[in-house]
T-cell receptor, first 112, second 113 residues
Framework: DAGITQSPRHKVTETGTPVTLRCHQT?????MYWYRQDPGHGLRLIHY???????DKGEVSDGYSVSRSKTEDFLLTLESATSSQTSVYFC???????????FGPGTRLLVL | GEDVEQSLFLSVREGDSSVINCTYT??????LYWYKQEPGAGLQLLTY?????DMKQDQRLTVLLNKKDKHLSLRIADTQTGDSAIYFC?????????????FGGGTRLMVKP
């Protein structure tokens, strides 16, 4: 998976609790992305980063925040998890603008 | 609905060819991709095609692009049981900060022995 790890790989949490997912890369790629995957929707972009401390919203950003304090780590936070955020979350990286994106193994999140 | 559309399901017999189709909407897309996802795994890049090409072949995979109809297809020759997976097409939409991938909903390919 192109030097991309995600943690945790599985998580069960309760509605209203905060959750942070971590994406770590060893490729020194500038761009990092968070997607969620739901049946019938393919993957939808939540947030992305184009450099340290540089982030922007994607298609489905409501209820999520991100942070990137160093090149290798991109964190996705659900401030107060809801059942609609039950999903599989994928991180991706790309070397530069317009380059191919490579995906991590995913984090399966269940919000009860 | 999806901006990028794919049929949900395809079933073929081992050894036959599989053709997975995709339609997209953004005529300015620079790259179009095919990703493969096996159960419980992430997305694996299979192949991609640049928008100024109309065909790309890579071993058993052939990608055809019809820009006029905004239609993309992936042909897998001599399909094997190991090809059973979900296949996603994706188009790129560039903005000022990076390339945004827009995915189709995925086509589940089932290969029967």
């Amino acid at each position: 998976d192109a030097g991309i790890t995600q943690s945790p790989r599985h998580k069960v949490t309760e509605t209203g609790t905060p959750v942070t997912l971590r994406c770590h890369q060893t490729e020194n790629h500038r761009y990092m992305y968070w997607y969620r995957q739901d049946p019938g929707h393919g993957l939808r972009l939540i947030h992305y980063s184009y450099g340290v401390k540089d982030t922007d919203k994607g298609e489905v950003s409501d209820g999520y925040s991100v942070s990137r304090s160093k090149t290798e780590d991109f964190l996705l936070t659900l401030e107060s998890a809801t059942s609609s955020q039950t999903s599989v979350y994928f991180c991706a990286i790309s070397e530069s603008r317009g380059e191919t994106q490579y995906f991590g193994p995913g984090t399966r999140l269940l919000v009860l | 609905g999806e901006d990028v559309e794919q049929s949900l399901f395809l079933s073929v017999r081992e050894g036959d060819s599989s053709v997975i189709n995709c339609t997209y909407t953004d005529s300015s897309s620079t790259y179009l991709y095919w990703y493969k996802q096996e159960p419980g795994a992430g997305l694996q890049l299979l192949t991609y095609i640049f928008s100024n090409m109309d065909m790309k072949q890579d071993q058993r995979l052939t990608v055809l692009l019809n820009k006029k109809d905004k239609h993309l297809s992936l042909r897998i020759a001599d399909t094997q049981t190991g090809d059973s997976a979900i296949y996603f097409c994706a188009e790129t939409r560039n903005n000022n900060a990076g390339n945004m991938l827009t995915f189709g909903g995925g086509t589940r390919l089932m290969v029967k022995p």
